[in-house]
């Protein structure tokens, strides 16, 4: 059966926002994951003053470039 013009613009409407929910899940996953990854490599563990340091340090140089130094 062939579907009319606006039921196929409502079906794609439907799938675009099923995959904006799953792009939305998944983004919410990753940045579950990289809290947790924080959380054991112990930055948390630092006090106030010193963290809030490291992260102004990383927006001041970077992701690339910390992650250039931390490698080197």
Request: proline share 0%; glycine share 4%.
């Amino acid at each position: 059966m062939a579907l009319s013009i606006d039921q196929e613009r409502q079906q794609l409407e439907a799938e675009e926002q099923r995959l904006a929910d799953r792009r939305k899940k998944l983004l919410e996953r990753e940045r579950a994951e990289r809290l947790k990854l924080v959380e054991q490599s112990g930055l948390f563990k630092a006090d106030g003053a010193h963290f809030e340091s490291i992260m102004t340090a990383i927006k001041k140089l970077g992701i690339e470039e910390v992650d250039k130094r931390l490698t080197a």
